[in-house]
């Protein structure tokens, strides 16, 4: 019988911890994407050889100051991990609470998967490489870490609309549907425009931030 009236009170303190534990988390979420970039843009202007229209943002870890890069993935990466707990504990027992933080999960892991695997030079930077790009074992892995990564955010953005839709966020809800396709669209079109796959690829970064933000004040009974 004692055990019984005492277990509550070690239960509710520790649940109670993981939801007050739950915001702080949430943070890395919502200022990852917007300080990855920040970092990216500022060194694209300085960095001699670097061209938005020619470059992407990865090629940045090349090169003399390629750390300054690479630890932004670092900590990018480990930002959306602590994002991806604090939706798991925010979300707990919702419609797509257990997929959406798990893939969103995934995109910080690729971030860490970048910092690992290096991109190729090429199309002039760092200054002094070639126009053309030869494929290298760790530039592929870099490449396929990325599509994954990324195929996940977008997979995630689909399962997040239902806890959105769930809060009456309808309007958030339909744009957590659009907005994959037009990352994907970036993605597609990479090819031929490099400055296009690094406004799809930002515009996902923006709008995961957005989305943790707004599952992190909206209460679940609205």
Same mark, same amino acid.
């Given at each position: 019988m004692t055990d019984?009236?005492?277990?509550?009170?070690h239960v509710l303190p520790a649940a109670s911890a993981s939801r007050s534990a739950a915001p702080w988390a949430m943070?890395? *979420? =919502? $200022?990852? *994407?917007?300080? +990855? /970039? @920040?970092?990216? /843009?500022?060194?694209?202007f300085v960095r001699d050889g670097f061209?938005?229209?020619?470059? @992407?943002i990865s090629q940045l870890a090349l090169g003399e100051w390629g750390w300054v890069q690479t630890a932004? +993935?670092?900590?990018?990466?480990?930002?959306?991990?602590? !994002?991806a707990t604090g939706l798991r504990r925010v979300l707990r027992d =919702?419609?797509?609470?257990?997929?959406?933080?798990? /893939?969103?999960? =995934?995109? !910080? =892991?690729?971030?860490?998967a970048a910092a690992a695997f290096p991109a190729d030079a090429g199309a002039g930077f760092p200054v002094g490489a070639p126009e053309g790009t030869v494929m290298s074992g760790h530039g592929a892995a870099h490449m396929f870490g990325g599509m994954i990564g990324y195929l996940a955010l977008c997979a995630a953005f689909f399962v997040l609309a239902r806890p959105l839709a769930a809060r !009456?966020?309808?309007?958030?809800?339909?744009?957590?549907?659009? $907005?994959? $396709?037009? $990352? /994907?669209? !970036? +993605?597609?079109?990479?090819?031929?425009s490099v400055l296009a796959f690094t406004a799809g690829a930002g515009l996902g970064l923006l709008w995961l931030s957005a989305v943790t933000a707004r599952l992190a004040g909206t209460p679940a009974d609205r």
């Open positions: 019984m009236l005492t277990a509550p009170r943070a890395g *979420g =919502v $200022v990852a *994407g917007p300080l +990855f /970039l @920040a970092v990216g /843009l500022a060194q694209g061209d938005f229209t020619r470059n @992407a932004s +993935f670092v900590l990018t990466g480990a930002l959306l991990i602590a !994002g =919702v419609p797509g609470g257990t997929w959406g933080p798990a /893939l969103v999960g =995934v995109f !910080g =892991v690729s971030f860490w !009456g966020l309808r309007s958030w809800a339909v744009a957590s549907r659009v $907005v994959p $396709v037009i $990352v /994907l669209a !970036g +993605f597609m079109a990479s090819a031929a």
